[in-house]
């Protein structure tokens, strides 16, 4: 067992798309909340496979396209300060600020990291103790726990040359805000697996029974996503709204504890701007006052920010399942993954991309 | 007057005068002068290990004489890797077998190569015999001969190590007609073995990965394999190694260069579970990782048979398969029927490989 060619095996595949194909009699919209599960789709082909009644929108699980506009060039300018080593995940590098971004700030001699886990971070500001060293803590519930260790690390070592700049972003929240949208189209959710391994399921017990929505924990394989949305399906068809788990080789009810606990120690829910959507209350998280040191934002002075997004971007419809990325007028002609107009063009789980990527005509 | 004896400032000869220092252990800037110290180090150092008619011959060029008629082949390539030892190769073994292949993808016969280096001051001149002997190695296997060279020294900071240029210079024989544009629609797509290992290996060894790894670059001469493939197969029209960019990247440009469409099956892309695995883990396709030492033919499909065992008979080409087909349409665009079914496109390589966030 490798636990990856098998879940993507064609034969169990196929077969989970004809219970699919008999359960389904009429049409139904889905949302997939997570970019990883938009890449895997696309990259699989999974969506020329499904009935034509299941339409699957995209959803706003890309942590590099929701990073707002303010919190990037705050990044650009403390990146570009010649005290300061800048660290962030590799993904945020090409990601448009409003002139430029981190490849930008690297080329004329700002010094930008690539680090692959937050406490590689901590390790190069124990190594450069003449320079500032300040990590880029963006994500979902799934990188909240491992940047909360780094700054815990920071703590317990004595670090004083570290800080991260804060822009941690939570689901729950913005299922509400989807769901509760007059425009709404979304019928039944494939909840993020990952997020799900840290956080568990239980938080979404109150969404489904308010909004009367299945939601169904999936993950990442074709396998999985087919088997995620075969469980919707049969709850729409049955006119249920429960929350279910077609991810449990890796997904419980309750999460990881110690990973929840640990980011209750280190942040606390704020309202956070989310790129193209707007201000969600209670949407993300900031650091707790007992670690308000580490505060990026209190340690350098970026509150003269002044942001100016690209016009023809529609990355807020994308992100909210609004709109498909073939439906934008600059896709593919003047927003290319050279040229990207906006993040989820960027990212390798942006929606933009993902058509870009596998499905451009 | 008696006056006391000048100090032996004067005296050219007094034990005032220190001996210069050696510097044999490291580059310093000296090395780089063009005089005596640049001769010593190419003398000492450099000829031991690289050496030929021509380069004992000591001008400042070589004057070669071509084995046969046809015409000739020439690539030439920097080569600049971190670190410069890996797990399968190191940047000598990469200098020799990047331009090699190159001039060999003509169906050329490789057989002589100039080598330029730039060396950081402070190289010890042990890991700079290591490379050479790496260097010596590789041309010995792929039948080449070093016939050109030349040296520089930059302050340290300014390089990482050294780095190298080489250019290969091949013969192809006349009749000899193979290259990127000339893919017709009904041939077949092979590969001569697994995708990724040199790309995956490189990294794991910078230590960055968080996770150990057996993976070992791929990084080998080709030409023996090619030479033995033209043998068996003389219709191949393509032969391209996919380094940088990965198999998507070059095949995406033969479909370019011969206005066809590249049909590939995922069920038949050969991948080391090893390296699909740190692929996986880091969110990368190993369709986008560099090789080193595999080769992509194209071959009309009445050949195919004889190809592949001509590939799989060579120690470099054990695990060829077909991996695909070249259709007239969609033009310029290389399609994967994925493992479910479904057909997606395979793009080029946009920018610098990166890895996603969770």
């Not at chain 1, 990037?72 to 995940?89: C, E, Q, T």
């Not at chain 2, 780095?163 to 000899?176: E, H, Q, S, V, W």
């Not at chain 2, 479904?342 to 969770?358: H, M, Q, S, Y």
């Amino acid at each position: 067992m490798q636990f990856t060619r098998e879940f993507r095996d064609s034969d169990l595949v196929k077969g989970m798309l004809a219970k699919i194909r008999r359960s389904v009699t009429r049409p139904w919209v889905l949302m997939e909340i997570c970019g990883g599960q938009t890449h895997s789709i696309m990259r699989y082909g999974l969506d020329q496979l499904l009935p034509e009644e299941i339409e699957l929108v995209h959803g706003p699980g890309c942590p590099v396209c929701v990073t707002p506009l303010e919190q990037i060039d705050r990044a650009l300018d403390i990146a570009s300060r010649p005290d300061v080593i800048f660290a962030s995940f590799g993904d945020m590098l090409r990601v448009p600020g409003s002139v430029q971004d981190l490849f930008s700030i690297r080329a004329r001699g700002g010094q930008v990291k690539v680090v692959y886990a937050p406490l590689d971070a901590v390790r190069i500001a124990q190594e450069n103790p003449d320079k500032q060293v300040v990590f880029f803590a963006i994500g979902f519930e799934t990188t909240a726990p491992a940047n909360a260790v780094a700054i815990l690390q920071a703590q317990a070592l004595g670090v004083k040359n570290f800080s991260v700049l804060v822009s941690q972003v939570r689901v729950p929240p913005a299922m509400h805000a989807i769901l509760g949208a007059p425009q709404n189209r979304v019928q039944g959710f494939l909840a993020a697996g990952h997020v799900c391994t840290v956080m568990g399921y239980w938080e979404y017990e109150p969404i489904a029974a308010q909004y009367q929505t299945p939601i169904v924990v999936t993950g990442f394989e074709p396998l999985d996503l087919v088997y995620g949305i075969q469980m919707t399906v049969e709850q729409l068809e049955r006119g249920t709204c429960e929350v279910q788990n077609a991810y449990p080789r890796v997904v419980t009810r309750d999460g990881n504890r110690a990973a929840q606990s640990m980011i209750a120690r280190v942040f606390k829910p704020v309202d956070r701007a989310w790129r193209g959507i707007g201000v969600i209350p209670q949407s993300g998280w900031g650091l707790s006052d007992a670690f308000a040191e580490f505060d990026a934002e209190k340690r350098f002075d970026v509150s003269h920010i002044q942001t100016r997004e690209a016009q023809e971007c529609i990355a807020g419809k994308i992100l909210q399942g609004l709109a498909k990325p073939p439906q934008c007028p600059a896709f593919g002609v003047r927003c290319t993954p050279e040229n990207p107009l906006g993040a989820p063009m960027v990212s390798s789980e942006g929606a933009c991309s993902a058509f870009y990527r596998y499905a451009r005509q | 007057m008696n006056q006391p004896s000048q100090p032996d400032q004067n005296s050219f000869e007094g034990p005032a005068c220190p001996l210069p220092l050696q510097h044999v252990d490291e580059i310093v800037i000296g090395h780089g002068s063009g005089g005596r110290m640049t001769h010593d180090l190419v003398a000492r150092v450099f000829h031991a290990y690289l050496s030929s008619p021509a380069l004992a011959q000591g001008d400042d060029f070589a004057s070669l004489s071509l084995p046969g008629a046809g015409r000739l082949a020439i690539s030439t390539d920097s080569h600049i890797v971190k670190p410069l030892f890996f797990p399968g190769g190191d940047i000598g073994r990469l200098a020799v077998c990047g331009t090699v292949n190159d001039v060999a993808m003509s169906g050329a016969a490789p057989l002589f190569l100039t080598a330029g280096f730039i060396l950081e001051e402070g190289l010890p001149v042990d890991t700079l015999q290591r490379v050479l002997a790496s260097m010596q190695a590789a041309a010995q296997e792929a039948g080449v001969q070093f016939v050109a060279g030349d040296t520089k020294v930059v302050e340290r900071g300014k390089a990482d190590g050294l780095f190298i240029n080489t250019t290969g210079i091949g013969l192809i024989p006349a009749g000899c007609q193979i290259g990127g544009a000339l893919a017709q629609p009904g041939d077949v797509v092979l590969i001569s073995g697994t995708l990724g290992d040199h790309g995956i290996a490189v990294l794991a060894a910078r230590g960055e990965l968080g996770f150990e790894t057996q993976i070992q670059s791929d990084v080998a001469p080709l030409n023996g394999m090619i030479a033995a493939l033209l043998q068996a197969a003389p219709q191949v029209r393509v032969l391209r190694d996919p380094t940088r960019g990965g198999l998507a990247t070059t095949l995406n440009e033969i479909a370019v260069q011969s206005r066809v469409c590249v049909q590939l099956d995922e069920d038949a892309l050969p991948v080391d579970p090893a390296v699909q695995a740190a692929c996986d883990m880091l969110g990368f396709d190993p369709l986008y990782i560099a090789n080193e030492g595999k080769l992509i033919v194209v071959v009309p499909p009445e050949q195919q048979a004889a190809a592949l065992e001509a590939l799989r008979a060579h120690s470099y080409g054990r695990a060829a398969v077909c991996i695909g087909r070249i259709n007239a349409a969609p033009a310029n665009r290389v399609l994967l029927n994925t493992l479910i079914g479904g057909t997606r496109i395979v793009d080029t390589l946009a920018g610098e490989i990166l890895p996603r966030i969770c």
